[in-house]
């Protein structure tokens, strides 16, 4: 991953204007590890923003349910984060907007994330969740995906979401595969449009699409 980072931040400061990169995958892909990275690389000279306050709650998903065929089978569920109707999309491109028109703003407050002033006279600002596989890519100098295989996904999410987000890991594990069925249908032919796609397993950070020209 290191040299990763480390071509991103050469590409970055040869560019003469402000920087917006938005970071996205499914969850656990390791999405948030790639961006710190990347933010540490550029210490104060950079904005953060996680996207999860432009996600619908959980409460009203919970009761919004979806039926889609997914390999010539029927599936109704509740709609789960990887679906396009799960995000505030608008809201998120009208606060990336702001960023390019050089507009100070702040992002949403939650219990969980406490709102913070954004700076657009910083070289670089990185957005960063599932809500960005789902804007307009034209308001992004560049995207990066991030996914990972089904079993990873599942090691990852059951230590995180149990340790941090204090989640029921039974839950976690039945809930599972219908994310990741959900995922496949919604999502993951969103990182086709992406100009970095990194996949990760439990060997490292590896290339599969990298468009981006390094002098």
Sequence with gaps: MDNIIRDLAEWINRQEKH????????????????????KQAFCQDSNLICTDPYIVHSALRRDTKITYTFQSEVHTAKMTACHPLAHYTEALERDIQMTLAGMKWSTIDRDYLPSKLIDPAKKLTIFEGMSIAFVNTDYLDLQIYLYTDEQTELARRSTRDTVERNRNLENIQKSHQERRRQYSHFMHSSKDKADIILFTDEKGVHIEKQQLSIE
């Design 19 to 38: 920087i917006i990169i938005g970071i996205t995958g499914h969850g656990g892909a390791g999405k948030t590890t790639f961006a710190d990275q990347l």
